[in-house]
């Protein structure tokens, strides 16, 4: 237990020494995505798991996706700007470029990684994941977002050290299946792996568009982050219980399987998964679409050193030397993104008042004159 603990405080403590130079807050939002990332996983392993076997998982997603517009219809209500949850809040055509493509992506990669499973078994979908960092990095590269030389290589690092995560896992589990139904789960798998990072890199575009801008006046205005959760998920909640109607599950089934112990670990869950989908969204916002995806895979250590901490689960070597290559990649991606800084990617342009609009590597603007 002594071990799995410190460890996991030392993937922490490695999280705050690689980008404690972006301050507290990033910090803060990096360490409490994952985290809660962790949380929400084990809260649903224990629902899903003996005793309770609620077998639900489409309605369940539906709950996590419906609690974000309420918590965001509150925040505006409160605000006095309740617009702001209407798709009216911005332009037609951005929001059928955005906004549609991501509430569609959200279910949709859920059931494709459903069959996946079904398919071609848990460690090979293990395995496609891991490509998720390099996947989100080559689409938001080809959508106009640069990556340093260096920022690549930290890419590229982390996923090994994710392969290697992957690879301890099916040992461990085992159910590789070897038989022709696996060519079909990949399909599945890197389809479900494709909607995923498209859907990550649109919203960091939402956040950020002069990150994928080579003319700093064609672009659009960024929005909040709570404005982005606004707009896309409650479509998303809106698909996600079509599919879980489509796929059989059955509301009073699930009600009448109903305990009150039962009901406090959805609602443990509910919560684990709101704050966790708005402390993805500001980690996606302050990191970038393909950092956050590089830290998101730290989840792996932490959820299985809490395992072996207190469900008396084995924790292979291997995941400790896979996640120990995640973070160092990570390490080097921030490395790239400062020199690329420090190289003057600063791009401006002047305006008719003698004023400077200056964009870092971010994608935040400046007024200067």
Known sequence: QAVAISITIALFVGIWAILRSRGARVVL????????????????????????????????????????????????????????????????RRWMRTVVPVAVSQPISVVLNNKAMVYAGAGVCAVIGTLSPVCTALISNCCGRSLTVRSWLGVFVAFVGAAIISWGEITQVGDVQGNSRVLQGLVYAFASLTGRCAKIVILDYMLAPLAYSREVRDEEEPLSVIHVLSLTYPWGAVLALAYALASGEKPMDAWHQLTPELTGFIVLSCSCALALNFLGTFALRDLGASAQQIVGK???????????????????????????????GVAIFERGQHIDDDEGSTISSSDDEGFELVRDAEGKVSLMS
């Open 29 to 92: 939002s990096a360490s409490l995505f994952v985290a809660f990332l962790v949380a929400t996983q084990l809260s649903v392993k224990v629902i899903e798991s003996p005793p309770y076997r609620f077998k639900f998982p489409g309605l369940l997603t539906t709950l996590h996706f419906s609690c974000v517009p309420v918590a965001c219809a509150v925040y505006w209500i409160w605000m006095g700007e309740p617009l702001k949850i209407l798709p009216c809040s911005i332009p037609p």
């Open 298 to 328: 730290l989840n792996t250590i932490c959820l299985a050193s809490i395992s072996v901490a207190f469900l008396g689960e084995h924790l292979p070597s291997v995941v400790v030397l896979g996640s120990g290559l995640v973070l160092g």
